[in-house]
């Protein structure tokens, strides 16, 4: 199973710090409905070209098809009033009447083609945007964020936006127009007539947003369970194989059905509030059409309170049979622009959000890199209510190997988080060759290391390719010759694709150990000058792990190397070893000064054969 | 989606749903009388000079109007009803069928993409089926019934007509095909958009360690754009819906007009005819427009019924149907516990066998150890014993009986496993411990809890047993989570205890400990510890010793320093020299 992808990668390191930011909670974050539109503008801004063509094309599409019902309603007059053999005299109508028919389907799909590609083009801006936001993220904002939150605003909320942009723009713009167009068009034929269909106008408006409000309600409540149910789900399905060995899953089951009950609930009540509107306002709209037909004819009969022609009245009656469609549209998009606002809401909030700050201009790059580390009374704490880290002081010449030991939590992997700066220290200074490590750029810095983490990282693509990661321009050749230094070549051989197999997501089928060995081969071809080893070799198997040390040693031959490991065999050979207890070193020294002291170290050292003793 | 009909809505829904169609069709009826009734008013009204006629069919336009808002009250009251327990009913079923079956089977699915599935897709079907009832009914029975209608009034006319459906129906036709292709193109553009995300924020640390960002925005603008390009060609082709029926059902009516001059001129069809001809030409258009929406939805919710059925669809590759409880008595319990017979595994897809030639025996109250290199099968070993996999060939046998014998339920409630990957889920540590047996007494779960070396951490957490765990068991450490996931296991009296690698994020002290308590536990249960360390195995009353999956050694530490080369240089790795000798 994937489960090197199972949402905790990093999880091992990031444990340690406190998890503030709680997924999926917008409520926090308060940007007015005001700016969030004036952000939008600034989004669309480059691409206005498109949005003034979707504009001038609705107006014009709306402005024509509102003149079509007013060419049929006097080609039916001139119908009415010709005599046999003069049918002629209709052609030129029936030519106009073809004619804006043309042109406004043409311009109906201009309005939309150059919607959907402003559309697109922001949805695209804000998704590079929001991904090149959390590059340069500080790892403090995504080890407390939840990948899946962050993941779904870059997904989910920006499709929201773009649909709620895309329907808002067409649905509002042409509906607008169309009210306005039709108000005019009527007024323009008969002014009692207009004013009886534009008196009716506040009922369908007050119909259609009282309806609106009564949905909107249910909806936000039936978005929560559904929230609750995806969120139980996920957890649920990604431990499918452990349930499955506990014969667990009619409790597991049972539990979902329950949440997926209430959902029912809300969700039978949210929809038929939503189901509403259309038959609602298509009976106000009825009863307008009832009114203009008999008024309508009324006037054809009397000529009062207007003078109207029977052409006239089926004008009218295409009017008023249309004049609710925008009404529904504009109240049908209403919901979704709340949506999309909100989700513009979350887009935004990540946009905000703090980056790391850019390495100064005078930041140093190291030349000639030697690999000496220093730490100087380094402190350091996720929160400042629990130092985790103090007073950590300890110096590594080059090509030295320490290494870091001690109980689970004492702070041992947060130093390669210091290290890399992936975190700041609260005081103190780290040097690498010499550098204080704040003054280096992060490139130049991290160039120095190479890393393999307690949780291995493979994306899906080919084995070659996740290799060839740290070096880019690494020919075949090199890429074996790393990977048998790291002892994977035999593995790789063995698998039906050799380097061209796929691993990552769903493809990956290999062992933890197996899919630690490409990430150590993957060092082994970037070819650092300082070494960190997060326990790197805990799943690997000793005796692998003996080869993989062999390659080690010849990698770190004249290399500066810190390994942090629970396998006190891996370690015997180090120059220093330092024991860290409580967030301080607590002993150091070599393996068997510190055995020959008989403090923590030896305790820890005997425990481990306490078992083949008993 | 037909087969998603006929599954869960056909059978529990029909006659509701008939009866929602029923009433949309009493509303549809009063839609389609109401342009025969302007016409009586023009004819009868205007041209009878008939003030009364005109006020008695003006008041029967509202009556039809408030008869039809009623019936489709009720047709929107079931539609909901039906939908939702459809998607309800749909989630249930699915969910219950990702946790049947085996983990071959959901990696073939893509894990990612279930829980899209159960939720976004079974949404979508959920849409589709509301408005289905709602408007399947309503907007091409106006359509038709408008066809038909005109029909009736004028048959010449009525052909042009039928012609201008035609031409809108191929157009339909047509962008429904382009559109459904580009949609499913997009969904899968749209997955590696956010695979490339998921990607990023896993490996955040690789990648700015190795300095990859700007690769990385990169591939994922390039994704985006990819994604951008389908998402612009899919709408633009539904784009051409509106404008296309709205141009031929406007020339139809240019056409009808020009074709109804010689009748009107010569008397044979009257005024308020031609108007109500046109009512419907344009209520038609209105219709259309809905169907043309209509098909878009429709679409997609297809494209979502078939990722839905797709999953329902799978056949579990394993399955305990047609098994009964086996009755197994005390002496069954102290006979062999386990048996492997010349068993081999070679997962999904074929290639090389996991595991081969395996043969082995195992006395209940014994202790198995399991050693060998990564990849040699360890794990696929461990993995055959709950039949969470099936053996290829030859046969694994658990207290006497095939395991292929065994009810899931009841093969499983003999096991307690713990896997190499802990894993707890958001609850309490009590809802996490409970798994196997719900009714656990405190006692139990704190005597568990002792054995795993858990008890201390756990006592000394102000809630106890009833201390939150958050989402996967994030705020314990990874080896108070590893030592949770043991006691879970321990939980309900299983008679075989597998431990799969588990204490490998345990210091040497706890791990120590540990195999002492368990060594503790009662006679007649079985445990089997795969550990790539050899002091958790050479106690054990038989070591297997795996190489590529396959059996190089099986005795116990004596027998195989003298007989099995590999054991012995595994030993010398990792004891002191006076303990290998």
Known sequence: MADMYSGGSTSAIASSAPERGKGGSADAISISAAEVTRRLAAWISPHRGFLVLASVSSIATVILQLWVPIIVGSAIDQLIRLVQGAEAALLPTLAQLSLVVLLASATQWLASWSTNKLTYLVTRDLRDASHAKVANLPLSYIDTHSQGDLLSRVVNDVDQLGDGLQQGLTQFLTGMVTIIGTLCFMFYMSIPMGLVVALATPLSIIVASAITKYASSSFSKQQGYQGQLGGYAEEMVSNQELITAFAHKDAIIEQFEAINEKLRVVGERAQFASSLSNPSTRLVNNFIYALVAGLGCICVLTGVPSVLTIGQVQSFLSYANQYMKPFNAISAVVTQVQTAYASARRVFDLLDAKEIKPDPVDAEAIQNPQGTIEFDDVAFSYDSKHPLLNHISFRAEPGQKIALVGPTGCGKTTLINLLLRFYSIDSGAIYVDGHNTQKLTRASLREQFGMVLQDTWLFKGTIKENIRYAKPDATDEEIIAAAQKAQAHEFIQQLSQGYDTMVGESGGSLSQGQQQLLCIARVMLANPPILLLDEATSSIDTRTEQLVQKAFDTIMNGRTSLVVAHRLSTIQGADCILVLKDGSILERGTHDELLAKGGFYAKLYESQFEGTNA | ?581
């Not at chain 2, 005109?150 to 559109?179: E, H, N, P, W, Y």
């Not at chain 2, 706890?510 to 958790?536: F, N």
């Open chain 2, 1 to 581: 989606m037909g087969e998603l009909l006929s599954r869960f809505v056909w059978p529990k829904y029909s006659p509701k749903s008939f009866v929602a169609l029923l009433c949309k069709g009493v509303e549809v009826i009063g839609d389609l009388l109401t342009p025969l009734i302007i016409a009586r008013m023009i004819d009868l009204g205007i041209h009878g000079a008939n003030m009364y006629d005109i006020i008695r069919y003006g008041i029967l336009l509202v009556v039809i109007a408030i008869v039809g808002f009623s019936f489709t009250l009720v047709c929107q009251k079931i539609a909901s009803i039906v939908s939702q327990r459809t998607g309800t009913d749909l989630r249930n079923e699915l969910f219950k069928k990702i946790q049947e079956l085996s983990s071959a089977d959901i990696s073939a699915l893509g894990t990612d993409t279930l829980v899209t599935r159960l939720i976004n897709d079974v949404n979508q079907v959920q849409v589709t089926v509301a408005l289905g009832i709602r408007q399947l009914v309503r907007w091409p029975i106006l359509a038709a019934g408008s066809i038909i209608a005109t029909l009736m009034l004028d048959t010449q006319l009525g052909m042009v007509f039928l012609l201008a459906t035609v031409l809108v129906a191929a157009i339909f036709f047509f962008v429904a095909r382009k559109s459904t292709a580009l949609f499913t193109e997009l969904q899968k553009r749209l997955d590696t958009v956010s695979l490339y995300m998921r990607q990023m924020l896993s490996g955040i640390r690789v990648i700015r360690a190795f300095r990859h960002e700007s690769e990385e925005k990169e591939q994922f603008s390039e994704a985006v754009l990819a994604q951008t390009e389908t998402a612009t060609d899919a709408a633009n082709y539904s784009a051409l819906l509106n404008p296309a029926t709205f141009l031929v059902m406007y020339l139809g009516i240019a056409a009808t007009l020009w074709l109804a001059a010689p009748q009107i001129t010569a008397g044979t069809l009257s005024q308020g005819t031609v108007v109500a001809l046109v009512s419907y030409m344009t209520s038609a258009l209105l219709a259309i427009g809905y169907v043309a929406n209509l098909v878009i939805i429709i679409t997609r919710g297809t494209a979502s019924a078939t990722r839905v059925m797709e999953v329902l669809n799978t056949r579990p590759v394993l399955s305990d149907k047609g098994n009964r409880q086996i009755n197994l008595t005390e002496s069954d319990f102290t006979g062999t516990a386990v048996a492997f017979k010349d068993a081999s595994l070679v997962y999904d897809g074929g290639g090389e066998p996991a595991l081969s030639g395996i043969n082995l025996m195992l006395q209940a109250g014994q202790t198995l150890g399991i050693i060998g290199g990564t990849g040699s099968g360890k794990s696929s070993f461990a993995a055959l014993i709950p039949r969470l996999f099936d053996t290829e060939t030859g046969s694994v046998s658990v207290f006497g009986n095939n395991v292929k014998a065994y009810t899931f339920e009841q093969l499983r409630a003999l096991i307690g496993f713990v896997p190499q990957h802990t894993s707890l889920v958001s609850g309490t540590i009590r809802t996490n411990l409970c798994w196997k047996n719900p009714n656990a007494t405190d006692e139990e779960l704190w005597t568990a809890l002792e054995v795993a070396q858990a008890a201390d951490f756990v006592r000394e957490k102000p809630d106890q047993l009833d201390s939150i765990v958050e989402r996967g068991g994030k705020n314990f450490s990874g080896g108070q989570r590893q030592r949770l996931t043991i006691a879970r296991a321990l939980v309900g009296s299983p008679r075989i205890v597998i431990l799969d690698d588990a204490a490998s994020a345990l210091d040497f002290a706890t791990d120590a400990h540990l195999r002492a308590a368990l060594r503790k536990l009662s006679a007649t249960t079985t445990s089997i510890i795969i550990s790539q360390r050899v002091a958790a195995v050479m106690q054990a009353d038989k070591i297997l010793v795996l190489d590529h999956g396959k059996q190089v050694g099986l005795g116990t530490h004596k027998e195989l320093l003298a007989t099995c080369p590999l054991y012995k240089e595994i030993c010398l790795s990792q004891l002191r020299p006076e303990e290998v000798e």
